[in-house]
């Protein structure tokens, strides 16, 4: 059975990092790059983050620098409206990683920048590239715009974790990545490349249990034991803050992607809101389309398989236990 090639493009980031580990341990699945992208911390945060925990759970994969800030928001302005309006402390700790600090890489960063590397992998797929996008879709967008032919058939398919058909996390109708860079969703919505968005809709019913949480900890491999670190910060602030727990926004992005039938989608519309005084970031979804207005660009997903999900994350748990 053919390999699903994929990209990965992190802002790592507490759930990001486990979404990263099941990557890793998946079958039938060619992790190609991952490529990081400033979000939930500052890139200074979020690609050492994220080359310093591939090289724990002993993946070499490449690991390339993308964008510090969005292409016209302030991310500092984003994270204090986060901070304020929710009244939390920072979702992902001081390092984005809940505070969890690992062994610094022994190798660094690849050469080409996320931008190249995203057009490298592409051309190497040769079509057959699908890129996971667990951040801000900064880096995507960059791409798209730098490389105008990646519309042309070279980018499989883009499974996003951002928007969300009705709500918002950081803002009452705007999800925190589509909030960072609005302007980057509308590029990529708009570009013809086929999308399925990962929204609040589904990730906030993905909240991994307790039970799992208790399994977890009896493992003993780098990657679970960097995961089951995380579900802690996780359960520890949802009892100390309230607000979000161990919700798995970017793992169920990554589970769409391997295990499509672990959420249920429609065929939608949907545009960023770019200019609203009180929208902007927010994900427009055009369920009613009576006037025909809109041509339907996006697979969005609306029920999530919560079970099937955590059974796939386990998988992967063991999956890293057996390297061992
Ligand atoms: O709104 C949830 C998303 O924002 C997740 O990707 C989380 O990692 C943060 O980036
Ligand atoms: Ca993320």
Same mark, same amino acid.
């Given at each position: ?14 759930d ?8 890793a341990?998946?079958p ?13 911390a500052?890139?200074?945060?979020t690609?050492?983050n ?6 724990y ?6 690991? &390339? ?41 022994k190798?660094g ?8 590397t995203?057009?490298?992998e ?24 730098k ?5 042309d058939?070279l ?25 960072c860079?609005?302007?980057a ?21 993905a ?21 089951s670190e ?16 161990t ?14 039938d ?14 609203g ?5 927010? &994900? ?14 996006c ?5 999530v398989?919560?079970k ?5 994350m ?6 890293s236990?057996?390297?061992?």
């Open positions: 059975m053919k390999k699903l090639r994929i990209l990965m493009d992190c802002d790592t980031g507490t990001d990092a486990i979404a990263l580990v099941c990557a341990n998946t039938n699945v060619e992790l190609r790059a991952v490529t990081t992208v400033a979000g939930n500052d890139l200074c945060f690609a050492p994220t080359l310093n925990l591939m090289r759970i002993g993946c070499p994969v490449k690991v &390339s620098k993308g964008a510090e800030t969005p292409i016209k928001r302030v991310l500092s302005e984003i994270r204090e409206k986060v901070d304020e309006e929710a009244g939390q402390i920072d979702t992902h700790g001081d390092n984005g990683l809940g505070g969890i600090v690992l062994p610094e890489a190798d960063f690849y050469p080409l920048d996320a931008v190249d995203i057009y490298e592409a051309k190497a797929c040769g079509g057959e590239l699908v890129i996971i996008a667990t951040g801000p879709l900064t880096n995507i967008a960059n791409a798209i715009t490389h105008p032919e990646l519309k058939g980018i499989k398919k883009i499974v996003f974790m951002g928007g969300a058909a009705k709500g918002g996390n950081t803002t009452a109708v705007a999800e925190f990545n589509w909030l860079d609005p302007e969703a509308h590029i990529v919505l708009m570009s013809g490349i086929p999308c399925v968005m990962v929204g609040l809709d589904v990730t906030e019913k909240e991994i249990s307790d039970e799992f949480c208790d399994r977890v900890r009896t493992l003993r491999s780098n990657g679970a034991k960097v995961c995380i579900l802690e910060f996780m359960r520890a602030r949802r009892d100390t803050h309230g607000g979000e727990s919700l798995m926004h970017d793992g169920l992005a990554l589970a769409a992607a391997v295990i499509p672990v959420v249920s989608c429609r065929h939608l519309f949907v545009d960023a809101e770019c200019d005084k009180y929208t902007f970031g927010h &994900s427009f979804v055009a369920f009613d389309n009576r006037l025909g207005d809109f041509t339907p660009n697979d969005v997903a609306l029920e398989n919560v099937m999900l955590e059974e796939y386990w998988d992967c748990l063991i999956r236990e057996e390297k061992r």
